[in-house]
């Protein structure tokens, strides 16, 4: 467990009044510098599991630990090890970029000149300098997507969260996103990452689980999951796994 970003042993989430479980014995390891993806149809569990695993759901039975430290909603130490990059937008509009960085660092609990630091090196390496004194509300698509991943990895976390981080933005600021993704994996940030974009996906992702019906149903390197089931990419071995039929 010591090497592992994340493990979830025996995982299970059932939402009230709900007749079968969204979540269903879930055993997963991922492994401190990997860069994992979390595929599924809509309704399978991905959005659930995402939340069990931030800790914005308590779970109904099994546990989950981050770097060896088991989640709970409250436990702070637990928190300050990874950023959460969710695919609504997490900050205030009203505010600018600066402002939002220097609210959310101190919550993170940062000292002031740390907030500063972080603010200016993410937002001159997110192309966001020049609009540092902007209201957010006024900015693209693909300029707020950048303002929440800023927030994101303001205090440098181990491990980072990703649900749909790219979606409804323009091809730079997607490129922007997934290369600047990239770095901070190689200087040694997890990725737990979920889209519907898969060719994105099949670029970032080294490693990969398919959820249905809220369980695990594949989980291994891409390369190897791509030659057992003799697809091509990832789009075909989604269908593979899954099936054809519509999902609500």
């Not at 709900?18 to 993806?37: H, K, M, T, V, Y």
């Not at 409250?74 to 600066?98: A, C, H, I």
């Not at 950048?146 to 749909?164: T, Y």
Request: net charge negative; aromatic share 8%.
């Amino acid at each position: 467990m010591k090497n592992n970003a994340v493990t979830i042993q025996n995982l299970g989430y059932s939402y009230p009044k709900q007749s079968n479980p969204s979540l269903s014995d879930i055993n997963l390891e991922i492994a401190a510098g990997e860069r994992f993806g979390l595929f599924g149809p809509n309704g399978a569990g991905k959005t659930t599991l995402m939340n069990c695993l931030t800790g914005l759901l308590a779970y109904n039975q099994g546990k989950i630990f981050l770097s060896g430290n088991e989640v709970s909603r409250n436990n702070k130490s637990v928190r300050e090890l990874f950023g959460f990059v969710p695919q609504d937008f997490s900050f205030y509009p009203e505010l600018t970029p600066e402002e939002n960085m220097d609210f959310f660092g101190a919550w993170y609990g940062l000292h002031k000149h740390e907030i500063k630091k972080r603010t200016t090196e993410l937002l001159e390496v997110l192309g966001l300098a020049d609009v540092h004194n902007k209201q957010v509300w006024q900015f693209s698509g693909g300029m707020k997507r950048r303002v929440n991943l800023a927030i994101a990895v303001m205090h440098e976390p181990q491990l980072l969260f990703l649900d749909e981080p790219t979606v409804g933005v323009d091809v730079q600021s997607r490129i922007a996103i997934i290369n600047y993704l990239k770095e901070l994996n190689a200087k040694g940030t997890t990725l737990v990452y979920t889209s519907h974009q898969l060719n994105e996906a099949e670029d970032l992702c080294e490693v990969i689980a398919m959820i249905d019906d809220g369980k695990i149903v594949a989980h291994d390197n891409l390369k190897n999951l791509l030659a057992h089931h003799k697809e091509e990419g990832l789009e075909g071995l989604f269908l593979n796994l899954t099936g054809k039929a519509f999902r609500d």
